[in-house]
């Protein structure tokens, strides 16, 4: 069965520090893979997506991932964590069926705090 | 360009009662799909409405119900109402299964 695996609950980094946060999903076709941010009482926002080439993709707050299809990871990555990065940040694969149908099966999520 | 909108935000039903939700996709979105997440936990897909006809749906009971406008606007509809069912909705708009964009959510609290 398809899903996604986020193995840290919880992380606790400094500002300034790097950050990697990790996904495996698992999915017997080619996966199109996205992560999301979500502050707290608020939606979801899209970070970054991968659907295809090039297997590092860049996303909006200075945020990337790497697509590694020999381990099965789609992990993100920051080089230096601002304090208003704190938030729940989910990894997620889209289920593709014929016709267009679609629909995004969740890590459980990784939740980040940033130390001053 | 407007994103996704939700409404209301936030509202409180009583065990039993019936809430019904509303979404407008983004500009140029034909899909919209409706997920629920509850507290602590990922979203969990419940269904999805392409050309106002349901074709997808997750591991939710008839209870939850649905609609698409002509305009691609969505409803979600909730029966007889759980104190299990006291999470965040989320609606989440997509043109032909393309990137997934969601809305802020509506929050609903079952006393």
């Known amino acids: 069965a398809q899903s996604v695996t986020q193995p840290d609950i919880h992380i606790t980094v400094s500002e300034g520090a790097s950050l990697e946060l990790r996904c495996n999903y698992s999915?017997?076709?080619?996966?199109?893979l996205f992560w999301y941010v979500q502050s707290p009482g608020q939606g979801l926002q899209l970070l970054l997506k991968?659907?295809?080439?090039?297997?590092l993709v860049q996303g909006i707050k200075g945020f990337e991932a790497e697509f590694k299809r020999s381990q099965s990871s789609f992990n993100l990555r920051k080089p230096s964590v601002h304090w208003s990065d704190a938030a729940e940040y989910f990894c997620?694969?889209?289920?593709?069926?014929?016709?267009?149908?679609?629909?995004?099966?969740f890590g459980a999520g990784t939740r980040l705090a940033v130390h001053p | 360009d407007a994103g996704v909108t939700q409404s209301p935000t936030h509202l409180i039903k009583t065990r039993g009662q019936q809430v019904t939700l509303r979404c407008s996709p983004k500009?140029?979105?034909?899909?919209v799909s409706w997920y629920q997440q509850a507290l602590g936990q990922g979203p969990q897909f419940i269904f999805q409405?392409?050309?106002?006809?349901?074709?997808q749906r997750g591991n939710f009971p008839d209870r939850f119900s649905g609609h698409q406008y002509p305009n691609y606007s969505s409803e979600l509809n909730v029966n007889a109402l759980l104190l299990g069912d006291s999470a965040l909705y989320l609606c989440?708009?997509?043109?032909?299964?393309?990137?997934?964009?969601f809305g802020e959510g509506s929050w609903l609290t079952v006393v």
């Open positions: 991968y659907f295809s080439g090039d297997t």
């Open positions: 997620a694969v889209v289920l593709m069926f014929s016709g267009g149908y679609n629909k995004l099966i």
């Open positions: 500009s140029g979105h034909d899909t």
């Open positions: 999915y017997g076709a080619t996966p199109y």
């Open positions: 409405y392409y050309e106002e006809e349901e074709r």
């Open positions: 989440a708009s997509s043109y032909r299964g393309n990137t997934i964009y």
